[in-house]
């Protein structure tokens, strides 16, 4: 079973609005990892967050992490039509070398 | 500076075959990491290799096998190829250095794999 879940599945908006999508998991995490990925291409990675920490920023991107209720999100402002893609996120955990990836958010953006 | 590469980008294979896929890590890179990644799923960890040597193993088959070269450079054997093997292939390569699991990882654009 994977770790990470994300919600929702997809996402449609429209270019310039905000996207914001959200990632559950079920044990105690180090960290926290969110990847992009584009039809038929590898992940990207966006941005890494440690259990210690409860928000970060990289350019248009905004992670949180509520440990409490073991879930993050990722916001993506003023959405570009270059956004549309497959978004996951990655949980590390305990002595795993190796994040844990959830099933991904599929987010559409329409210029 | 490249990349993660890997080759090829796409293979069709027949049920019973054994297939190879390849994979350079980045530059600087050290460990190896292989997923499967099925269509509309997340990627699926299959084995990590460091030091030539398999570090850890997800829940795949015997039929599932890595090595690690000197120079980092990594290969995924599967043999006795399923219907279900279909799926792209994604290697993807980390520098080993600070607290465990806490390293980015960056990937290749992946082998898919066709199975008929």
């Known amino acids: 079973s994977q770790q990470g879940e994300e919600d929702p599945q997809a996402l449609s908006i429209q270019e310039g609005e905000n996207a914001t999508m959200n990632c559950s998991y079920k044990t105690s995490i180090n960290n926290l990892q969110w990847y992009r990925q584009n039809s038929g291409r590898g992940l990207v990675h966006l941005i890494l967050?440690?259990?210690?920490?409860r928000e970060k920023h990289s350019g248009r991107l905004r992670v949180t992490l509520d440990t409490s209720k073991k879930s993050s999100s990722l916001l993506i402002t003023a959405s570009r039509a270059a956004d549309t893609a497959s978004y996951f996120c990655a949980t590390g955990s305990g002595g795993s070398y190796i994040p844990t990836f959830g099933r991904g958010t599929s987010l559409i953006v329409h210029p | 500076d490249a990349g993660v590469t890997q080759s090829p980008t796409h293979l069709i294979k027949t049920r019973g075959q054994q297939v190879t896929l390849r994979c350079s890590p980045k530059?600087?890179?050290?460990?190896v990491s292989w997923y499967q990644q099925a269509l509309g799923q997340g990627p699926q960890f299959i084995f990590q290799y460091y030091e030539e040597e398999e570090r850890q193993r997800g829940n795949f088959p015997d039929r599932f096998s890595g090595h690690q070269f000197p120079n980092y450079s990594s290969e995924l054997n599967v043999n006795a190829l399923l219907l279900g093997d279909s799926a792209l292939y994604l290697c993807?390569?980390?520098?080993?250095?600070?607290?465990?699991?806490?390293?980015?990882?960056?990937f290749g654009d992946g082998t898919r794999l066709s199975i008929l």
């Open positions: 530059s600087g890179h050290d460990t």
């Open positions: 993807a390569s980390s520098h080993t250095g600070g607290s465990l699991g806490n390293q980015p990882q960056h």
């Open positions: 967050i440690r259990s210690n920490e």
